[in-house]
């Protein structure tokens, strides 16, 4: 970790509004997991002139960059991450408006369930499946959020985005048509940019049927999934024809535990933060999951959450 001179932090706090930047920041505290230790240098930026400012001097003093914005599929490691730590939270990055041929253009800095709820309030429908995926648009859209419906369709965001704006690390902002984005289960290419903002593009329906859908949806999220502890979701993608969970399941580990972290005991593709776990701990759990089902199923798991620093 490169130490920081009280010039360098100088400069941060200068390029910021007071108390949009902060040294050692418990990223615990940013995180649905719970889990984490210090961000070296964690920046709020006020809109996208302060945040080309702060990648500058990052980029100056040859610091990483790391996005977080929900935090809800980030497992940060009990080390901390060093050098830039951006999260996209406010107000400049949380507009919502309307293109001129009436795609919605909302900023990455917007929490999936506001957005859901004024998209129904607007009458548009197509992000009813987001109901209970919890975070904001910017982390969304990088990782191709998406979920399988009561009825086992799947859908991604992927499906309603026209466009991507991005801010390259150099301050460079560009707009990315979404076929040029290589979006894929759970993934898309934007590692290395910054999303600040993506066009949707919805359609109209009656807010009482939109309403309805997101209900049914979040029951049956809450019946599936596992909210009794912090957690950051599923852990693994699900492999080619078979379900992460399941293998988990068939190899016992349900209710496996290390330290302050336990695989879940109702859906085994999520590990919870039962007590004060640490990164390690989930660790541990998570090569113990990969080594089980290889030699009971012959199937390499893969992360589907984040790693920081990776
Ligand atoms: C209880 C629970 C249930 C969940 N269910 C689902 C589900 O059904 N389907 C699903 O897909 N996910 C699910 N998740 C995971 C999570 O909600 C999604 O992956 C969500 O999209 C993450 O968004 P975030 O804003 O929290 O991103 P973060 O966790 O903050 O970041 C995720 C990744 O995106 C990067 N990133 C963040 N912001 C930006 C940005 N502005 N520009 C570029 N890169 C950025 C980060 O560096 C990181 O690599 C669940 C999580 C929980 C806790």
Redesign the pocket.
């Known amino acids: 970790m490169i130490s920081l001179t009280s010039d360098l932090r100088e400069e941060f706090l200068a390029a910021a509004a007071p108390g949009r930047v902060r040294f050692d920041e418990p990223m615990r505290l940013h995180?649905?997991?719970h889990i984490g230790g210090p961000a070296q240098i964690w920046v709020e930026p006020a809109d996208a002139q302060e945040l080309r400012q702060l990648l500058q001097i990052a980029q100056g003093a040859a610091l990483s960059v790391?996005?977080?914005?929900?935090?809800?599929?980030?497992l940060v490691r009990d080390e901390g991450i060093p050098g830039l730590v951006?999260h996209?939270g406010a107000p400049g990055f949380q507009g919502v408006d309307r293109t001129d041929d009436g795609a919605v253009r909302a900023g990455?800095?917007l929490p999936?369930e506001w957005l859901i709820r004024r998209a129904k309030e607007d009458g548009l429908s197509g992000l009813e499946f987001l109901a209970?995926?919890?975070?904001?648009?910017?982390?969304?859209?990088?990782?191709?959020?998406?979920?399988h419906d009561d009825e086992g369709n799947n859908h991604?965001?992927s499906d309603v985005i026209r466009s991507v704006t991005?801010m390259e690390l150099d301050g460079q902002i560009r707009t990315i048509p979404r076929e040029e984005i290589g979006f894929g289960y759970?993934t898309s290419d934007?590692?290395g940019?910054?999303?600040?903002e993506s066009e949707l593009l919805l359609t109209p329906d009656a807010p009482e049927r939109i309403a309805q859908r997101v209900k049914r949806l979040w029951e049956f999220?809450r019946k599936t999934?596992?909210?009794t502890a912090?957690?950051?979701?599923?852990i693994f993608k699900n492999p080619p024809a078979h379900s992460a969970g399941r293998l988990i399941d068939q190899a016992g580990l349900k209710g496996f535990r290390i330290g302050g972290a336990a695989i879940s005991s109702i859906h085994a593709n999520?590990m919870m933060n039962v007590r004060q776990a640490r990164a390690a701990d989930v660790f541990g759990l998570i090569e113990e999951a990969r080594s089980r089902v290889r030699r009971i199923s012959g199937v390499e798991l893969e992360l589907?959450v984040?790693v920081?620093p990776v």
């Open positions: 995180t649905t997991f790391t996005l977080v914005s929900g935090g809800a599929n980030l951006i996209l990455a800095g999936l209970g995926v919890p975070g904001r648009l910017g982390g969304a859209v990088r990782m191709n959020a998406g979920t991604s965001i991005v759970r934007l590692p940019r910054i999303v600040l999220k999934q596992d909210w912090p957690s950051v979701g599923c999520f589907e984040q920081a």
